[in-house]
């Protein structure tokens, strides 16, 4: 039965605290499931009363690190973001979000929102909520037994962006050439973002690539510069299509392994001299995206900077959590290219790392784990004093190691996720850092039980 949006809006934040308070997690999604049961208009009746309209951030990584970084760009501006901190990014988690931040009428406490958004659910969030600005940053091979072929979602995405109106804007990743091609019917003005650091690049693809040939006429890209996965600057021998010239630009690099990057970037209105504390050059790229995005919002310098200084990383984003006098650097690493930037960022911390490596295969994973053997844990085994093998699927994590090089003596097959990283502090020596790589639920598994033994807030009351 349809009921008023107080109603709905009322019974979404009951469901919410009593989550949090039952100690069954952030209830980011199954209130919202419950909102959109009761009431299936009411994401757009909220969304309409926002005085700044709505931002929408997708893409396959980087969703929820660009986002917080707007969000923090937002706040230091003086606007407060409604906005899915926790990463609950389909429909349900959107809906759930903005219920909880409004009063029991439905009208929102917040200026503006900001939602990262499922590639999948990116069409209809579009049409839902009606976007000011759409911020995509890359697409990669990830859950395909969920999603298909990346040709086919990047169809479902190209349509959905046909629906912005004039008004409204699209930040494109030029570094990625499926990501670049995107938006072309749309009438929404199209910007750019991306990488020209001369410091910065590789010749040739590696073999995870996943986006090698022309948009155009299907011929094999050229890449003159190779950041990681299929990102780099590209053109096509065969009909001359080139990446997009950028808008917003890394013009120079400094990588820092885990410490993280300084950069310098160019814009139309600012040139920035910043230090992000987030290792990997695919944070590069999402620093890249939320600037681009601020300035775009009408944010100055100052906004950016300070939102920037104050940045608090998102769970599983390259936390830092002392436990039992260590250290857990826990990563998300749930795809070939992400995972293999991962492993290129633990290069630099030298070898004899501890690791514990969790593979899930649960529905928000994927079932299909055969991506790991894209991975190159070839260049993991050689850092590694020991790997634990964790997760749903610890044996499969175990066997690819194993064809990696990894020898028997420092492998360990360990299902259980607490008991996984007992022995990792077991066999760690205080002081040391303990690298935790784990796929998507694996990571709000080892949050919760960090959560539980009292080392960490809940990941909902992280940021």
């Known amino acids: 039965m349809k009921v008023s949006l107080s109603v709905a809006v009322a019974t979404g934040k009951i469901l919410t605290a009593l989550s949090r308070r039952l100690g069954f997690g952030a209830g980011s999604n199954f209130p919202g499931k419950v909102i959109l049961r009761m009431r299936p208009e009411a994401p757009e009746e909220i969304a309409s009363r926002l005085t700044g309209g709505c931002v929408l951030v997708s893409g396959t990584n980087g969703k929820t690190t660009t986002s917080n970084l707007l969000a923090g760009m937002l706040r230091a501006s003086g606007l407060q973001p409604v906005h899915n901190k926790v990463g609950a990014n389909l429909m349900t988690g959107i809906t759930a979000s903005l219920a909880q931040a409004s009063d029991r009428r439905g009208k929102p406490r917040g200026d503006i929102g900001l939602f990262e958004v499922d590639e999948a659910t990116l069409p209809a969030a579009i049409k839902r909520l009606t976007p000011r600005m759409v911020i995509l940053t890359n697409l990669f091979r990830d859950q395909l037994d969920r999603y298909g072929e990346l040709e086919s979602l990047s169809r479902k995405i190209d349509a959905g962006l046909k629906g912005l109106s004039g008004g409204s804007c699209i930040l494109l990743n030029a570094d990625d050439p499926l990501v670049a091609s995107l938006g072309g019917e749309s009438t929404a003005r199209k910007y750019f973002y991306g990488i020209e650091s001369e410091d910065i690049g590789e010749i040739g693809l590696r073999h995870a690539a996943d986006s090698k040939n022309c948009r155009s006429c299907g011929e094999k890209l050229s890449f003159s510069a190779h950041f990681f996965g299929h990102m780099g600057k590209y053109s096509c021998p065969n009909c001359g299509l080139e990446r997009p010239a950028v808008d917003f630009a890394a013009t120079r690099v400094e990588l820092k392994g885990t410490a993280g990057s300084r950069l310098d970037i160019s814009t139309p209105l600012w040139n920035l001299a910043l230090n992000l504390g987030l290792p990997g050059l695919y944070n590069v790229q999402n620093l890249l995206a939320a600037v681009g995005g601020a300035e775009l919002l009408g944010l100055d310098d100052h906004n950016i900077e300070a939102g920037v200084e104050g940045y608090s990383t998102a769970f599983g984003r390259g936390e830092r959590i002392p436990i039992a006098g260590r250290t857990l650097f826990l ?5 070939p290219t992400g995972f293999n930037e991962v492993i290129r960022t633990l290069g630099t911390e030298g070898r004899d790392l501890p690791i514990v490596a969790a593979l899930n295969d649960r529905i928000a994973d994927g079932r299909d784990v055969s991506w790991i053997w894209d991975v190159d844990f070839e260049e993991l085994a050689p850092l590694a004093r020991f790997i634990i093998a964790s997760g749903t699927r610890a044996p499969d994590m175990a066997l690819r190691m194993k064809y990696a090089g990894l020898d028997a003596a420092r492998l360990t097959v ?50």
């Open 414 to 463: 360990e299902g259980n996720l607490k008991k996984a990283l007992d022995k990792a502090i077991e066999r760690s020596h205080e002081g040391e850092t303990i690298y935790a790589l784990t796929t998507y639920t694996a990571t709000l598994d080892m949050r919760r039980l960090l959560t539980k033994i009292g080392v960490a807030a809940g990941y909902w009351e992280a940021n």
């Open 331 to 335: 990563v998300l690493s749930k795809n």
